[in-house]
């Protein structure tokens, strides 16, 4: 499959500068630069307007450059200048009135230095141009992140069939990760959570010396990365001793949260009913003081990324939207159970892309339990 | 050995303030966070006046919070109310009349939701208060520091003896995290760069698909993270086939650079001057241009900290500073080298932390080359 037309991207984004009443933007969030040229290198920022689309960046990544953008215009600051002295120059040169900076980027001191810089146009601050057009994924944005989702899978198939009493959460983070590394991953989509009993119980626990044997719950959250960046993001739950009432209650309970959020979301539909349709059915059943998050985010070059299912969102979804669907109970110094799935906007509906069991009785690791 | 005293770094920051003519600081740097509280999570602020320390954080964190930062003055935001909102009315509460906030951290859009909240006291821009603390270590940290060293040296061991002809970047550097952490890194203290021949040229180049057959250069930049988040940053090539004179002469010359910066280095001397000395000995042979570099730079609680050596550098050298002393020669399309050490200033010069073979007889892996 051939990859994304950078330059189709870049097109639509100069259509929408008029409605942020600037004719050019200096795009300095990475993961903006990555998305409208295709550069992964760590310092690299893109000058777009209508007659002038030039990267910046240094000496370290000339080659880099060449290999990533071909065709596109690069220009490479030595130790004596300044990205800022570059981009004044190109705003200057490409005629410019009035530039847009990226406000969710650009830090104070940044913007110090670049208003010192540019003197011949007027510096507007921007925000979310870039990100809203990242909402939507394109067919290859698609292909990368079915990858990524199926690495994801093979890795905790691999996990969950050499699960031991006497392994840590720790060790279990570092075999995940390898075994999605060995399926092709450049690296996980983050810190895989690992969480036995008590830890379970925190949404953003790192994983650490408690065994298996300790609590009959161990919650797994993690995603592979793949080359192009794109990544899954995923959340089992696995029964590893002789559960609880409570513990297959907690977990009924947030498997059908999960599933009536999950048949609820088309395009049209606002994310803030979606996330309001589990909290209502954890709610329900008791736990609503127990489910202190938002039911899920876009995910892409970034793990979260607009669209945002919360209460106070405001978005509708849209097909090509690709979105997390994660409800969560979490019982503080006991466990928690989260079941978190990635899924495309279809103009039907909507396709769960990730295929692991989620029935309670599939969660029990059988020769543990 | 006992942890850090956070409190002494935030008395010590305290009396700083006065410079900054600030009376209040809200702290969003998250090791900046980390390095005054020692609380590691990804969302916390810290504000600091005379009469008031608090953490701000949400409810992911209130469990991680007790555990890391005993003592400590919190408060957790809920769904409703956003850390601006919180920041605000402590502001106002301690009675803070000039409040500093971080201009190399605070975005363009936070500061604009911040001007909007804090009403009672004067916003003032602050840049490097807490960096310019965080450049002398203390013993604890050294201790840290040591450790993560010694990770990283027991990981080049493995991968050294393990080497193999058709053996890829990429599997070199996997082989050498894994090895990390089986030795009790928590991960790699930042992408590993493993590079065969070409790949070698390039200062920051991804591992890739070379196999070690390709040259007789391999070049591995690493470093091990431990818990305590502190790290260590190495440099070394690995001589894996018959190597040309050019190859030997281009390491004897950075070698021969690197060792003549840590014999200057010492409390009193002048970062640019040290760098001046190795960038000399590598112009004098020949290789000015393919030196693009800075020669080093601290680390800590991040892998590139204050100070830096290069020629525009202002800085001066202080008892309990660590500092990375790198010089290189880059051939593009052929190869290049690097060797790079951790070094410590004490009083009567410098520690060198990190002991790896380096001379040129040494580099040469005797079963491949």
Redesign the interface.
């Known amino acids: 499959m051939t990859g994304p037309n950078y330059e189709a991207r870049r097109n639509r984004l100069l259509r929408k500068l008029k409605d942020a009443s600037v004719d050019g933007l200096l795009v300095t969030g990475s993961s903006n630069v990555r998305y409208l040229t295709g550069f992964?290198?760590?310092s690299g920022w893109l000058f777009l307007s209508s007659s002038t689309t030039v990267i910046l960046s240094d000496?370290?990544?000339e080659?880099?450059l060449a290999d990533e953008c071909p065709g596109l215009d690069a220009e490479i600051r030595?130790?004596a200048s300044t990205l800022d002295d570059h981009a004044a120059r190109l705003i200057a040169k490409a005629k410019v009135k009035r530039v847009g900076?990226e406000?969710?980027?650009?830090?104070?001191?940044q913007?110090?230095s670049l208003a010192k810089k540019i003197v011949s146009a007027e510096i507007v601050?921007t925000?979310g141009l870039i990100e809203r057009l990242r909402e939507v994924k394109d067919k290859w944005e698609i292909e990368q992140t079915r990858e990524a989702v199926r690495i994801a899978e093979r890795g905790f198939a691999v996990v969950r069939s050499s699960l031991r009493p006497n392994q840590t959460e720790t060790e279990i983070r570092?075999l995940l990760e390898?075994a999605m590394?060995s399926f092709g991953s450049t690296?996980p989509a983050f810190?895989p959570i690992v969480g036995v009993g008590p830890t379970s119980a925190?949404?953003?626990a790192?994983a650490g010396g408690r065994c298996v044997s300790e609590s009959p719950v161990l919650l797994i959250d993690w995603g592979a990365e793949v080359k192009s960046h794109y990544r899954s993001d995923l959340t089992r739950v696995l029964i590893t001793g002789k559960p609880t009432r409570l513990m297959e209650q907690v977990y009924n309970t947030v498997l059908k949260a999960q599933q009536a959020a999950i048949e609820a979301i088309r395009p049209g539909v606002k994310c803030a009913d979606v996330d309001k349709i589990a909290r209502e059915i954890i709610a329900d059943a008791g736990f609503g003081k127990n489910f202190?998050?938002g039911l899920g985010h876009g995910f892409g070059l970034e793990i979260h990324e607009s669209v945002r299912m919360?209460?106070?969102s405001e978005q509708v979804f849209e097909v090509g939207m690709l979105v997390t669907v994660e409800p969560g109970i979490y019982l503080?110094g006991k466990f928690g159970v989260r079941i978190e799935d990635d899924l495309l906007l279809t103009p039907d509906g909507n396709e769960v892309l990730s295929n692991v069991p989620r029935e309670f009785e599939e969660a029990i690791v059988p020769f543990l339990a």
């Open positions: 992964s290198g760590s000496t370290r990544y080659t880099q030595d130790a900076i406000a969710d980027y650009v830090t104070l001191s913007h110090s601050a925000s570092f390898a590394r690296g810190e925190l949404p953003h790192h202190g998050h919360s209460p106070l503080p």
